[in-house]
């Protein structure tokens, strides 16, 4: 594992400032041994040759420089055990091997028919996934959890859990819930031997109580959508509150019993704003919204940097290596006719977007404090693949903007750090929904994908029945826990999004029916199982690995 020494420490806030908070969420779906390409385990692979290793790259060569900068960075419990799999992990190498392959030969092909250019791209993916490849290797043993946690060990990154498999949390029962929660954050705990107090909530999904189970299993502050913070507390403002005094405030989704905590501060719609995180209802739990115009000067599909014309074209590879060699050029310019890629102008644009965005997070925290007086925390969240992966240049650029701030502002901070500097004192009801289309449930809960939720939900209830028998036999509780593994798999909120998209419909759809046939075996073995089975609960075990220290106590007590 790569460890400066030596290195300067991330600046600590002495007076209360302005602040940025630069948070990145990094999923994949379960998909160890389940399919390679075009969808399966290939997409680990992609992700640690396009997101992670160049993430991490640049972080440690940042921290290794003394620039000072802090991310807030999560990994979903079931991507980090499926990066610290070995067989994962050894087949990523091979993929790598094969990718700098790929290259090599496109090299000497476009030397064969005359095209300096494009030999000269070529060239520069060898060099790339070579240098990678040694990285992965050598600099950080293989071990992408440990690089990231070494950087959480020095301050220059908080780490987030989520729930265990990023299951769709409002649309669960509560012991399914309890599961995903605890198993998450164990797992997190283990792997990367941090205890992790913040929270990615899968999709950012959220029902009202949902801080209460927070709260019980230890968890500080979790992220949300804007519309989903103003729409209710502008609702709720109309009552006037006072300290230490318990109301109900009437939300879309119900009524919330809030005691506003004694000391506290009385709030109306006009003081609610996404620069300031928020104590939930009546728990000690904040909230902290994304700034969505900031945040959309990078995901927007229409006016995002990604969509620049000197950018790498994502969408079109070449037939013979599947690499590509083309750029955006224009977003309505078919594929076939994209101009090639031209790496010096990519650079340029890099730049001239850090230099932008940096400047439109300054003019932002500099107009909330001529708005409000006080000082203001902006945050951005993005999903890590992103960058690099999807948008080619963009660990590029998240470097130049990290300078950019290191340099001359604004003090970039971790979500926990400023929570703990400026403890949250007012309190706010949110509505149920997500990031999803309309900020509801409806891109997982439609009619494509309520048979997802009506088997689901005759596998919750069937393993809970089973956890209150509490098998004695030691088979049948390993059956229990494997049925376990199973039900969290199933649960993942992935597979009816993949079908509601139509990204992987049937690749989704047959994955989530494999989860509950084997839910089904397993807890056929917890029931009745006997010293006979013992080989195929091994397979069973062997085919869906992760989480070895699930508890299945979690779900019921």
């Known amino acids: 594992m790569d460890r400066e020494q030596g290195t300067a420490a991330p600046h600590r806030m002495g007076a209360l400032a302005d602040a940025f908070a630069f948070v990145l969420h990094s999923h994949l779906p379960y998909a160890r041994g389940a399919g390679r390409w075009p969808h399966g385990e290939e997409w680990i692979h992609e992700a640690i040759l396009g997101t992670y290793l160049p993430l991490l790259v640049a972080l440690h060569d940042l921290r290794a420089a003394g620039v000072r900068f802090r991310l807030t960075i999560g990994l979903t419990p079931v991507l980090l055990e499926q990066l610290r799999d070995r067989d994962v992990v050894d087949r990523s190498v091979h993929y790598i091997d094969d990718r700098i392959a790929r290259a090599a030969k496109d090299r000497r092909a476009f030397h064969a028919e005359g095209r300096p250019h494009t030999e000269q791209l070529a060239a520069g993916y060898v060099d790339r996934f070579e240098r990678l490849g040694t990285?992965?290797?050598?600099?950080?043993?293989?071990?992408?959890?440990?690089?990231?946690?070494?950087?959480?060990?020095?301050?220059?990154?908080?780490?987030?859990?989520?729930?265990a498999t990023h299951g769709y949390?409002?649309?669960?029962?509560?012991?399914?819930?309890?599961?995903?929660?605890?198993t998450g954050r164990r797992s997190s705990r283990r792997i990367l031997g941090t205890e992790p107090t913040g929270i990615w909530l899968p999709e950012c999904a959220y029902r009202p109580g949902l801080e209460t189970l927070l709260e019980e299993h230890g968890f500080t502050h979790f992220f949300s959508d804007a519309p989903l913070l103003a729409s209710t507390a502008a609702a709720a403002a109309r009552m006037r509150r006072s300290p230490g005094r318990r109301e109900q405030v009437r939300s879309g989704a119900g009524s919330l019993d809030v005691e506003l905590a004694a000391g506290g501060d009385a709030w109306s719609a006009a003081d609610v704003d996404i620069f300031r995180p928020y104590l939930v209802a009546a728990s000690d739990v904040a909230v902290v919204a994304r700034h969505p115009s900031v945040s959309g000067q990078v995901w927007s599909a229409r006016h995002g940097y990604p969509g620049d014309a000197a950018y790498r074209e994502f969408h079109r590879k070449d037939p013979r290596s599947g690499l590509r060699y083309w750029r955006v050029t224009n977003m309505t310019t078919d594929l076939s006719e994209k101009a090639e890629y031209e790496p010096e102008r990519a650079r340029e644009r890099v730049r001239v977007h850090a230099e932008h965005f940096v400047g439109v997070v300054r003019r932002e925290?500099?107009?909330?404090?001529?708005?409000?007086?006080?000082?203001?925390?902006?945050?951005?969240?993005?999903?890590?693949?992103?960058?690099g992966h999807w948008w080619s240049e963009g660990?590029?650029?998240?470097?130049?903007?990290?300078?950019?701030?290191?340099?001359?502002?604004?003090?970039?901070?971790?979500?926990?750090?400023?929570?703990a500097a400026a403890p949250p004192r007012q309190r706010v009801a949110l509505r149920e929904g997500s990031w999803g289309k309309d900020n509801d449930d409806s891109t997982w809960l439609n009619g494509q994908t309520e048979w997802i939720w009506r088997d689901l939900a005759r596998i919750q209830a069937r393993f809970v029945e089973l956890c209150r028998a509490r098998?004695?036999?030691?088979?049948?509780?390993?059956?229990?826990?494997?049925?376990?593994?199973?039900?969290?798999?199933?649960a993942s909120s992935d597979w009816p999004f993949l079908v509601t998209t139509g990204q992987a419909a049937d690749y989704a759809s047959e994955r989530f029916r494999a989860h509950?046939?084997?839910?089904?075996?397993?807890?056929?073995?917890?029931?009745?199982?006997?010293?006979?089975?013992?080989?195929?609960?091994?397979?069973?075990?062997r085919a869906d690995n992760?989480?070895?220290?699930?508890?299945?106590?979690?779900?019921?007590?």
């Open 135 to 163: 990285a992965f290797v050598s600099r950080f043993d293989r071990d992408i959890p440990g690089a990231f946690a070494d950087l959480a060990r020095t301050g220059h990154v908080e780490l987030l859990t989520s729930a």
């Open 169 to 182: 949390l409002p649309l669960l029962d509560e012991p399914t819930v309890h599961l995903e929660l605890a």
């Open 365 to 387: 925290l500099a107009a909330e404090r001529e708005r409000t007086g006080g000082d203001g925390l902006l945050t951005v969240t993005f999903d890590s693949e992103l960058f």
């Open 395 to 419: 660990v590029d650029w998240l470097v130049e903007v990290l300078r950019r701030t290191s340099a001359g502002g604004p003090e970039t901070t971790t979500v926990a750090e400023r929570i």
């Open 471 to 490: 098998p004695d036999d030691p088979l049948r509780e390993r059956a229990l826990r494997q049925a376990a593994r199973e039900l969290l798999l199933a």
């Open 516 to 541: 509950a046939l084997r839910f089904n075996r397993c807890a056929e073995l917890a029931r009745s199982g006997t010293g006979e089975d013992e080989g195929e609960l091994v397979a069973l075990e």
């Open 546 to 557: 992760p989480f070895p220290d699930i508890d299945t106590r979690d779900a019921i007590g």
